[in-house]
């Protein structure tokens, strides 16, 4: 369905009943992403998975896009949907989506699973890359930028032998508005370093990582465990930067047993655990 935001409508997917799980994507995706998720766990919790401001179907302004703009979007679309206080898995982006949203409505996090991100801002290395790609999209469309990234989101022998998957992220890529993908690589460029802010999360916290995730590698999610107060670390074997897509039923699973049990207090996932 279609939410009014403000001046802004976003589309949001809710299925199932239980505990409120908030799906927050990538970049550059959109809500189904989470199609593994919203299919298999979909009897355990009542799963929302919006499209961004600027992906998928949700409108996509010609104006400054956020981080905080973000977290207060979904917050925004968590009061329409008369839910107080949810669990927030985000994944890349959506976990610079997921740090800000701790910032600001740190009452509203039932929970946080924080998959294949990181809390520091850009490099100024990085930073000159996402404005050369603003650059590169504004002349050549969202193709150019599409076909540099898609290598970098999998485990190297997954990009190599699952061509459908491959092909299938690519095209929810392609779909993407330039305007969107425009905006949201400002807001990463501009993000600010949420480092200093994790040791004040109290909410239970679930790090989950691909083992050969090329854009945020396992120690950037161990960096994240160690700053924020009692959370846990579970690398997933044979996956990259895309855990809920290259391994699902691990990813899935480690939904399911953190969430029905609170992880706060457990110890770190072992390699062979999942």
């Not at 469309?141 to 699952?162: D, I, M, R």
Request: glycine share 8%; hydrophobic share 50%; charged share 20%.
């Amino acid at each position: 369905m279609r939410v009014k935001i403000g001046d802004l409508y976003l589309n949001v997917v809710v299925e199932g009943s239980g505990p409120p799980l908030l799906l927050v994507h990538g970049f550059p995706f959109d809500h189904t992403m989470w199609h593994e998720q919203l299919s298999a766990l979909v009897g355990h919790f009542q799963m929302i998975a919006p499209d961004l401001r600027g992906f998928g179907d949700s409108d996509a302004p010609a104006s400054f896009y956020s981080m905080d703009l973000y977290a207060d979007d979904l917050a925004h679309l968590l009061d329409v949907l008369g839910q107080e206080k949810v669990v927030l898995a985000g994944l890349s982006m959506g976990g610079y989506i997921a740090l800000a949203f701790q910032r600001r409505y740190p009452e509203r996090l039932a929970g946080l699973v924080l998959a294949d991100t990181q809390a520091t801002a850009d490099t100024e290395t990085a930073r000159a890359g996402r404005y050369a790609a603003i650059r590169t999209v504004q002349a050549e469309g969202v193709e150019a930028v599409v076909s540099g990234l898609l290598p970098k989101l999998f485990a190297p022998a997954n990009f190599a032998a699952k061509r459908i998957l491959r092909e299938w992220v690519r095209a929810m890529m392609m779909r993407q508005s330039p305007a969107g993908v425009m905006g949201a690589l400002k807001a990463m460029a501009e993000r600010p370093d949420s480092t200093p802010g994790l040791a004040v999360v109290s909410c239970p916290t679930l790090v989950i990582v691909g083992e050969e995730d090329l854009l945020t590698p396992p120690a950037k999610a161990a960096a994240l465990v160690a700053a924020i107060p009692g959370a846990r670390l579970a690398v997933i074997p044979e996956a990259g930067h895309l855990t809920p897509l290259e391994a699902p039923e691990a990813f899935n699973r480690l939904l399911l047993e953190n969430l029905d049990t609170g992880y706060a207090a457990r110890e770190d996932i072992a390699l062979g655990d999942v």
